[in-house]
């Protein structure tokens, strides 16, 4: 695979959704989850959204039940969370594995594309963010302590750059 673009995914309805529909915007791409200490970036997050989905920001939401099972809910109990508790009108999914035999391909690729420390291409925890420029290539990967609000120049920089 050549840029993030050529993936699809299940969005949080069910329905087929490919990612070629967010071309020539910037993503930051989220395993997220309803049950974790971080869950609270879910309100920055949503901020990122508002602030910047009009400069061509999209926020893309992956529930993950992989660590310490802090997703166990149905897709459609991971979407009432998340619209009830946070106000949530970035894009969800349906819950993915990031990592081990069955790690959904989007992450597969996200994670060869920017390892973490030490090269290492496991996902720590949940919201572990990754950064897509216009292109579709991965610019950076951030670990579940960077908050999105540390995001915002990398943002900007991101949105500022021309295909």
Request: proline share 4%; aromatic share 12%; hydrophobic share 35%.
């Amino acid at each position: 695979m050549t840029d993030i673009y050529q993936f699809q995914a299940k969005g949080i309805d069910g329905s087929p959704i490919s990612l070629d529909r967010y071309r020539g915007r910037v993503l930051l791409i989220v395993n997220v989850a309803s049950h974790c200490v971080f869950t609270k970036q879910y309100n920055a997050l949503q901020e990122l959204h508002q602030n910047y989905s009009d400069r061509g920001l999209s926020v893309l939401g992956f529930p993950c039940n992989q660590f310490g099972n802090q997703e166990p809910g149905s897709d459609e109990e991971v979407k009432s969370f998340c619209e009830l508790h946070y106000h949530v009108a970035f894009d969800l999914f349906s819950k993915v594995d990031v990592n081990g035999p069955h790690a959904d391909p989007i992450f597969q690729y996200l994670k060869s594309q920017a390892p973490g420390l030490l090269g290492s291409e496991s996902i720590k925890w949940n919201f572990t963010k990754f950064l897509v420029g216009r292109s579709g290539n991965v610019l950076r990967r951030y670990s579940s302590m960077t908050t999105p609000k540390q995001l915002e120049s990398d943002i900007e920089s991101a949105l500022n750059e021309t295909v």
